[in-house]
């Protein structure tokens, strides 16, 4: 049930776009600010949930105003802020990762979706190849089993699993680009960039869990009923967004061809 009523609001918001994706991902770095400081700063919450709250949330603003640039230069100095308060190399690196790693995704996704006309269809693709993956990924390891891919941070995730997400987010990109109408040269390429998008969030969801094991907790907490936190549930949907993000900001006119709009 949390998870359907999860997917509906995101659903929901990508759909409508504007100030109501806006809420949503500002709602979301909420969650995710505090899971962050909880987990890397659990002495003293405040400070890191202040810093990443304030890049991300900027961020966010910024990228919902079609300020993308600013909003990267933004979080870089919230990052910078909070550093400054830790002595060692690893707490600048913890404390000025978490405002990036929260931030820059949330941003991006909000470029994504208002950039030219394929926005909301690059969003539902997006949505529908990470679901899928998790999902098969899920069923796939429980059903076929076998060789575990890291034990030490995710003693539940196989090959298996891996196999069958990354070959079900093939298959989704495949119809993707039928229900876009890309040319019958680039169904391929979708085919190509669904199992990339799968694998990707995959990896995000296993990184995740390193951060976890890293910082000794089991969730990054317990906002959702069954899910444990927002950075549990989304993890993959962040990773895939920061690599659909850089694709598209790297090979602007890609898009044109993705989506059967021609050169």
């Not at 109501?20 to 890191?48: F, H, K, N, Q």
């Not at 931030?103 to 969003?123: H, K, Q, S």
Request: include cysteine; hydrophobic fraction near 55%; charge should be positive.
């Amino acid at each position: 049930m949390s998870g359907l009523v999860l997917a509906s609001v995101g659903v929901t918001a990508a759909y409508f776009g504007g100030p109501w994706l806006a809420a949503a991902c500002g709602a979301a770095v909420v969650a995710m600010s505090y899971e962050w400081a909880r987990m890397s700063e659990p002495d003293t919450i405040m400070p890191a949930f202040a810093f990443s709250l304030a890049g991300s949330l900027g961020a966010v603003m910024f990228s919902s105003w079609q300020l993308p640039q600013y909003a990267f230069i933004w979080l870089v100095f919230c990052a910078a802020a909070s550093a400054a308060r830790r002595r060692t190399l690893t707490g600048v690196i913890e404390t000025a990762g978490g405002a990036i790693y929260i931030g820059l995704p949330a941003a991006l996704f909000l470029w994504l979706r208002d950039r030219g006309p394929e926005g909301l269809e690059t969003i539902l693709a997006l949505f529908a190849i990470i679901w899928a993956a998790d999902i098969f990924a899920y069923f796939g390891g429980k059903l076929l089993g076998g060789p575990k891919i890291a034990v030490g941070l995710s003693p539940n995730k196989t090959w298996a699993g891996i196999v069958t997400g990354t070959t079900a987010g093939a298959f989704i990109g495949f119809g993707c680009g039928y229900l876009f109408h890309a040319g019958a040269e680039f169904r391929m390429a979708w085919l190509l960039i669904g199992a990339l998008i799968a694998f990707t969030g995959l990896m995000g969801d296993l990184f995740e869990s390193f951060l976890k094991r890293r910082f000794g907790v089991k969730d990054a907490s317990r906002l959702i009923p069954g899910h444990g936190g927002v950075l549990d549930r989304i993890d993959s949907l962040m990773a895939a967004t920061l690599l659909v993000g850089a694709a598209l900001a790297f090979g602007p006119r890609a898009t044109a061809l993705l989506f059967g709009a021609g050169l």
